[in-house]
């Protein structure tokens, strides 16, 4: 059983910067995909950075420039280092765990969440 868990949350002001953190449990982190979502109070969850097996990385259009995903697989984390924070960026952000099969992408495992406020 993998467990996912994030920190780094908090409450930062418009222009600031962040880092999460997904650290996971379990021997197959090195072999899944790893995602961060989001989610805002009365919306849908949504993608916000996702970084393949082979390294490659994905952003939503959002948060392009400003967001980076990355991974330690010697420390079993995930990061998401977040700059020039808006107040849009508020929400909960999930770290999740998947694998690609058929060119479709298959979550597995889910953190609890971490909340992201920032003032304007």
């Known amino acids: 059983q993998v467990q996912l868990v994030e920190s780094g949350g908090g409450l930062v002001q418009a222009g600031g910067s962040l880092r999460l953190s997904c650290a996971a449990s379990g021997s197959i982190f090195s072999f899944n995909a790893m995602r961060w979502y989001r989610q805002a109070p009365g919306k849908k969850r949504e993608l916000v950075a996702a970084?393949?097996?082979?390294?490659?990385?994905k952003y939503a259009e959002s948060v392009k420039g400003r967001f980076t995903i990355s991974r330690d697989n010697a420390k079993n984390t995930v990061y998401l280092q977040m700059n020039s924070l808006k107040p849009e960026d508020t929400a909960v952000y999930y770290c999740n765990s998947g694998y690609y099969t058929g060119g479709s992408y298959i979550p597995d495992y889910w953190g609890q969440g971490t909340q992201v406020t920032v003032s304007s």
């Open positions: 970084l393949t097996r082979g390294g490659n990385t």
